[in-house]
């Protein structure tokens, strides 16, 4: 069974099908191309889209931390969208 778990330096786990499933429920729910979220979040389109799929198995920490902390942000954004 494979590890779907990432851990930091300071031992924090990060669910990474939690973290991917969120990242792609973002991704169809936005208004923003894949391009456009890679942008804001600071990582190539092309790397997304491999995480996403699945293709990515031991992402680099700084990288899903980037993710976490985009998925945080779009969520309180969606939440004003809505609100509006």
């Known amino acids: 069974m494979p590890n779907n778990q990432n851990t930091d330096n ?38 997304i889209s491999s995480f996403v799929s699945g293709r990515i198995k031991s992402p680099r920490i700084d990288r899903l931390a980037r993710i976490a902390q985009w998925v945080e942000s779009d969520k309180n954004k969606a939440k004003d969208r809505h609100a509006a």
């Not at 669910?15 to 429920?25: E, V």
């Not at 973002?26 to 979220?37: F, R, T």
């Open 10 to 47: 300071v031992g924090t786990m990060i669910d990474l099908t939690a973290l991917r499933d969120a990242l792609r429920a973002h991704l169809k729910d936005s208004p923003l191309s894949q391009m456009q979220i890679a942008r804001e979040i600071g990582i190539n389109q092309s790397w």
